[in-house]
């Protein structure tokens, strides 16, 4: 396994534990992704995108 940036700051026993509940494994696609599942069982798809002012009004308070 290739070492990741942040594996020196978990201890070993959190890294077995990881890798026993399969955490550490690559995912993909799978066979049937959401969209292609979605559309075969003709249910509706929602694209959604998000869009804020210039002077960050709408992007909540700063500290």
């Known amino acids: 396994m290739t070492d990741r ?7 070993k ?6 890798a026993a ?10 066979k049937r992704p959401a969209i292609s ?3 075969v069982k003709d249910l509706p798809i929602i ?3 998000a869009a804020f002012r210039d ?3 709408d992007g909540g ?3």
């Open 55 to 57: 002077d960050a009004w």
């Open 37 to 39: 599942a979605a559309r």
């Open 61 to 63: 308070s700063r500290v």
């Open 47 to 49: 694209y959604a995108s």
């Open 21 to 30: 509940a399969g955490h550490d494994k690559r995912v993909g696609f799978g």
């Open 13 to 18: 026993r959190d890294q077995q534990v990881r």
């Open 5 to 11: 940036v942040w594996d020196r700051f978990v201890s």
